[in-house]
T-cell receptor, first 114, second 114 residues
Framework: GAGVSQSPSNKVTEKGKDVELRCDPI?????LYWYRQSLGQGLEFLIY????????KSGLPSDRFSAERTGGSVSTLTIQRTQQEDSAVYLC????????????FGPGTRLTVT | GESVGLHLPTLSVQEGDNSIINCAYS??????FIWYKQESGKGPQFIID?????DKRQGQRVTVLLNKTVKHLSLQIAATQPGDSAVYFC?????????????FGQGTILTVHP
């Protein structure tokens, strides 16, 4: 079946603009995760959704970052007033409940803030 | 703060050799560890995991070893193939209130020469 999809694959924006990144998880997966990966670095946890529970937002770096998950499926990560340091690849993953490390990752959205 | 790091940022091997990738972790509360493989332009792919009540786990051509005494994790790849060339990340989960959140190391670049 289809894997995790993300859109857009690439996004170039000007400093100060808002951006929205979309994630379509695997159908039936109740857990959804967002990570950020800077060039040559490991993944940095941002936020985690599990079913109808309140999301774990502890990884969001500032209040310019927010995410929502509608209908327990699609998720949108929004970055307001983008800064150059926000440039990175934003990765989304999903899993069956908390399935340990078996998180299935999407290809990511490469965000470049000029 | 807690962190997960790798001893060797790059590893070059000949096809057919065995590869060993190492990882040190600092959070003694971590009870679950995972290895991921990331190929260029793709999201990470789950390889193998291990819980803290184990010290060894084997998969297909891969073995993960966990030494809790020295907080060390390693991934062994047998008969390494060119297709194994990628960046390898270790990740940890501390459970409890960190349920759902993975902390990733910086990554090791594995290059397999034919």
């Amino acid at each position: 079946g289809a894997g995790v999809s993300q859109s857009p694959s690439n996004k170039v924006t000007e400093k100060g603009k808002d951006v929205e990144l979309r994630c379509d998880p695997i159908s039936g997966h109740t857990a959804l995760y967002w990570y950020r990966q800077s060039l040559g670095q490991g993944l940095e946890f941002l936020i985690y959704f599990q079913g109808n529970s309140a999301p774990d937002k502890s990884g969001l770096p500032s209040d310019r970052f927010s995410a929502e998950r509608t209908g327990g499926s699609v998720s949108t990560l929004t970055i307001q007033r983008t800064q150059q340091e926000d440039s990175a690849v934003y990765l989304c993953a999903s899993s069956l409940e908390w399935a340990g490390g078996e998180q299935y990752f999407g290809p990511g959205t490469r965000l470049t803030v000029t | 703060g807690e962190s997960v790091g790798l001893h060797l940022p790059t590893l070059s091997v000949q096809e057919g050799d065995n590869s060993i990738i190492n990882c040190a972790y600092s959070n003694s509360a971590s009870d679950y560890f995972i290895w991921y493989k990331q190929e260029s332009g793709k999201g990470p792919q789950f390889i193998i995991d291990i819980r803290s009540n184990m010290d060894k786990r084997q998969g297909q051509r891969v073995t993960v070893l966990l030494n809790k005494t020295v907080k060390h994790l390693s991934l062994q790849i047998a008969a390494t193939q060119p297709g194994d060339s990628a960046v390898y990340f270790c990740a940890e989960n501390a459970g409890g209130t960190s349920y759902g959140k993975l902390t990733f190391g910086q990554g090791t670049i594995l290059t397999v020469h034919p």
